[in-house]
């Protein structure tokens, strides 16, 4: 399902993958498509069972993980707050939620060096204004995980790596520190779980609001191949670029056919559409069972 259309229920945004309607005032249907979002593009071809992929993993991270912090989840069942007959489009992809008011940043936990961060590392050795180790190489281990916030981009526009300070201007010291402190503890609880099932999460990224009393709520989506990076342990070795069960595989591909990253990106041959589904599901199965 490339788009949703449920007319029972007020939409509110489409996201790079989610479509989100009200329910009532205080709850949020968030219906999870299979697209998919590669260098803050969205691609025309969707990518077979993904939806269903990332809302089955993300259910299962944040209920192993609620004993850390609060999230969104309720217990009301999607088909019973759309019409009938569009019940087929939120079967396996969709969950309800509690509204809260979103944080505008990211929260990126970086165990590994790895994407952007290696990049940075490459030219300055920091990353997002953290100092760290001479001599890492690709795919290195940090010596413990780094909280690297960025922004939150709209569709079409990159996310931008932000340094603390800017992250403590944006949502106040105390929130910034709170955020830090919540995201290093799901990522390190998740990281070391994810060992026992032969993964690596070398990085990922959270996202997190807050209820009318100020308390702090993860949402959105947590720890899949859409905002993770996911090694395979039995084939990691440091210095090269790692295989992987999230979407590198896809910007791999990318990025061999020249593309410019900047709309509008290219169809998807349904042979590499169906090797990231496949890459997709190995995560789930897994991580999940």
Not at 107 to 122: H, I, Q
Not at 149 to 157: D, L, M, N, Q, V
């Amino acid at each position: 399902m490339y788009q949703s259309s449920i007319q029972s229920l007020p939409l509110i945004a489409r996201g790079k993958v989610r479509d989100i309607y009200a329910v009532g005032h205080d709850k949020l249907l968030i219906v999870t498509t299979d697209r998919l979002s590669a260098f803050d593009v969205i691609l025309p071809t969707p990518i077979p069972d993904k939806g269903k992929i990332l809302t089955a993993l993300a259910g299962f991270w944040f209920v192993k993980l609620a004993h850390v912090v609060p999230n969104q989840l309720t217990d009301i069942d999607p088909a019973t707050v759309v019409a009938p007959d569009e019940r087929d489009q939120v079967a396996g992809r969709a969950i309800v939620v509690k509204k809260y008011k979103v944080l505008p940043i990211e929260a990126v936990v970086r165990g590994y060096l790895e994407g952007s961060g290696w990049s940075e590392y490459s030219q300055s050795q920091s990353v997002c204004g953290i100092k760290l180790p001479a001599g890492l190489q690709r795919a290195s281990k940090l010596p413990e995980p780094i909280f690297t916030p960025a922004t939150k981009a709209e569709a079409g526009e990159h996310d931008e790596n932000i340094d603390f300070a800017n992250c403590e201007k944006l949502i106040g010291k105390e929130r910034a520190a709170e955020v830090r402190d919540v995201a290093i503890r799901l990522y390190k609880e998740a990281a070391d779980y994810a060992l026992t099932r032969g993964i690596i999460i070398a990085d990922t990224k959270f996202e997190f609001g807050v209820d009318d009393n100020g308390v702090l709520h993860l949402i959105d989506e947590a720890l899949t191949p859409d905002s993770s990076r996911f090694w395979p342990l039995d084939t990691y070795k440091v210095g090269e670029s790692p295989q992987s069960y999230d979407k590198q595989f896809i910007r791999n591909w990318l990025e061999s056919i020249g593309f410019n990253k900047k709309p509008p990106a290219p169809e998807v041959p349904a042979d590499i559409a169906q090797r990231t589904s496949d890459k997709y599901r190995e995560a789930l199965t897994r991580l999940a069972g």
